[in-house]
């Protein structure tokens, strides 16, 4: 009987990914959109980004350290889907700046540790089951793919609210999933360790090893210069001339080819090393970004899209290999909020409001040259603190 509960449980946490990361497709695709569409001006939108992601980089470590020392752990990822969801809601039925700040604000609160909690409980129950995490990951994409389908024939008829009631069930859904998985997997394995465990630890854990200190700043480089194209590439693609069901298509055709590079990278990081992975996927990207600045339109948006896919599992699997891969199970939820957190808010917080005045200043063109010269930087970052070869192997 307990050789099959991992297994169960493995079912479970593909399904909770499939709705609470799927459930993301019914609104990302078209936020800012629906900002654009109440009149919000580049500079406000890239505000609105940087009030979450302040609130993420200060609050998702500490609360996910927290959490996984508590047996309640499962509840509060309970609570916080719950609370997410109903902003979500409310957030679609916003027509003013000030209202959507303040909503945002609340949202990013409540749901600051969700995603690296989420990604902590999928490594162990992954791993426990003999899996790869790219196993359950991959039912993001999946989700993805018929949310943001969905969402765009929904839109399209129904206006931006259906987007936003569409993630609120999903989280809901999600929330009721995670009673399906037992409680231990959103606790820190060993009790023993876990008063050692905290965000001060998990700090210098990261300075002290160059590996993923080198990884910070190409998170950071990456993620300044390339955020003008995460928030207006889609309003890019409204410019040049695609409906939101084409906006909605170009959201998955990525997915498309995550579903089977997200299980073929696990594979082939344990095989080739998860360095020289991660180097493909960055020079991967930054080719791409390169295409669009030199050959603006929509199909060779939807060409770089599909493409993507690939770069986007690469990256993803690999950057939580090697963080889990580089940490204790105790810390590995904490480590993974500060990189994919706290980082990104802080970057969020300097780059959004410089993206968005560049982007009423010049355009949407122009911030691919920036994103080419983040991915250069994080690439040349990356290459300098790759793990030193030790007995013949390739490193961790």
Same mark, same amino acid.
């Given at each position: 009987?307990?050789?099959?509960?991992?297994?169960?449980?493995?079912?479970?946490?593909? @399904?909770?990914?499939? @709705?609470?990361?799927?459930?993301?497709?019914?609104?990302?695709?078209?936020?800012?959109?629906?900002?654009?569409?109440?009149? #919000?001006?580049?500079?406000?939108?890239?505000?609105?980004?940087?009030?979450?992601?302040?609130?993420?980089?200060? $609050?998702?470590?500490?609360?996910?350290?927290?959490?996984?020392?508590?047996?309640?752990?499962?509840?509060?990822?309970?609570?916080?889907?719950? #609370?997410?969801?109903?902003?979500?809601?409310?957030?679609?039925?916003?027509?003013?700046?000030?209202?959507?700040?303040?909503?945002?604000?609340?949202?990013?609160?409540?749901?600051?540790?969700?995603?690296?909690? *989420?990604?902590?409980?999928?490594?162990?129950?992954?791993?426990?089951?003999?899996?790869?995490?790219?196993?359950?990951?991959?039912?993001?994409? $999946?989700?993805?793919?018929?949310?943001?389908?969905?969402?765009?024939? #929904?839109?399209?008829?129904?206006?931006?609210?259906?987007?936003?009631?569409?993630?609120? #069930?999903? =989280?809901?859904?999600?929330?009721?999933?995670?009673?399906?998985?037992?409680?231990?997997?959103?606790?820190?394995?060993?009790?023993?360790?876990?008063?050692?465990?905290?965000?001060?630890?998990?700090?210098?854990?990261?300075?002290?090893?160059?590996?993923?200190?080198?990884? @910070?700043?190409?998170?950071?480089?990456?993620?300044?210069?390339?955020?003008?194209?995460?928030?207006?590439?889609?309003?890019?693609? *409204?410019?040049?001339?695609?409906?939101?069901?084409?906006?909605?298509?170009?959201?998955?055709?990525?997915?498309?080819?995550?579903?089977?590079?997200?299980?073929?990278?696990?594979?082939?990081?344990?095989?080739?090393?998860?360095?020289?992975?991660?180097?493909?996927?960055?020079?991967?990207?930054?080719?791409?970004?390169?295409?669009?600045?030199?050959?603006?339109?929509?199909?060779?948006?939807?060409?770089?899209?599909?493409?993507?896919? $690939?770069?986007?599992?690469?990256?993803?699997?690999? @950057?939580?290999?090697?963080?889990?891969?580089?940490?204790?199970?105790?810390?590995?939820?904490?480590?993974?909020?500060?990189?994919?957190?706290?980082?990104?808010?802080?970057?969020? $917080?300097?780059?959004?409001?410089?993206?968005?005045?560049?982007?009423?200043?010049?355009?949407?063109?122009?911030?691919?040259?920036?994103?080419?010269?983040?991915?250069?930087?994080?690439?040349?970052?990356? =290459?300098?603190?790759?793990?030193?070869?030790?007995?013949?192997? *390739?490193?961790?």
């Amino acid at each position: 009987m307990s050789l099959k509960l991992p297994n169960r449980d493995l079912l479970f946490a593909r @399904a909770y990914y499939f @709705a609470f990361m799927g459930g993301w497709g019914f609104v990302l695709p078209f936020i800012n959109l629906f900002y654009v569409s109440l009149g #919000l001006s580049g500079t406000q939108i890239g505000t609105i980004g940087s009030v979450s992601a302040t609130v993420g980089l200060i $609050v998702s470590p500490v609360i996910v350290t927290e959490i996984k020392k508590r047996p309640q752990a499962r509840g509060i990822l309970q609570a916080s889907l719950m #609370l997410g969801a109903m902003a979500y809601f409310l957030l679609g039925q916003q027509t003013a700046f000030f209202p959507i700040i303040l909503i945002v604000f609340l949202q990013a609160l409540v749901g600051a540790g969700v995603m690296p909690a *989420s990604d902590a409980m999928a490594v162990h129950v992954s791993e426990e089951a003999g899996k790869g995490y790219g196993s359950v990951r991959v039912w993001a994409s $999946v989700g993805w793919i018929i949310t943001v389908l969905t969402s765009g024939w #929904l839109i399209e008829r129904k206006g931006f609210e259906a987007g936003f009631l569409g993630v609120s #069930l999903m =989280w809901l859904t999600g929330a009721l999933v995670t009673l399906l998985i037992q409680p231990r997997y959103f606790v820190s394995p060993n009790y023993a360790e876990q008063r050692k465990s905290n965000l001060r630890t998990a700090l210098k854990h990261i300075t002290q090893d160059r590996t993923l200190l080198g990884y @910070a700043i190409a998170v950071i480089f990456m993620g300044f210069l390339n955020n003008g194209v995460l928030q207006f590439e889609n309003v890019f693609l *409204s410019q040049l001339g695609a409906s939101k069901q084409l906006i909605s298509v170009a959201g998955i055709l990525s997915a498309i080819v995550e579903l089977p590079f997200m299980i073929y990278a696990d594979r082939y990081i344990r095989r080739a090393g998860v360095h020289r992975v991660l180097l493909f996927a960055v020079t991967m990207i930054l080719f791409q970004r390169a295409v669009i600045l030199l050959f603006p339109s929509i199909i060779t948006i939807m060409i770089v899209r599909f493409m993507g896919g $690939v770069a986007f599992s690469f990256l993803t699997i690999g @950057a939580v290999f090697l963080i889990s891969s580089r940490t204790t199970p105790n810390e590995t939820g904490t480590v993974l909020a500060i990189y994919t957190v706290t980082l990104n808010g802080l970057v969020s $917080v300097l780059a959004a409001p410089v993206s968005g005045a560049i982007f009423d200043a010049l355009g949407a063109r122009w911030l691919y040259a920036l994103a080419v010269t983040g991915y250069a930087i994080g690439l040349l970052s990356l =290459w300098l603190t790759r793990p030193l070869p030790q007995n013949g192997s *390739s490193g961790r």
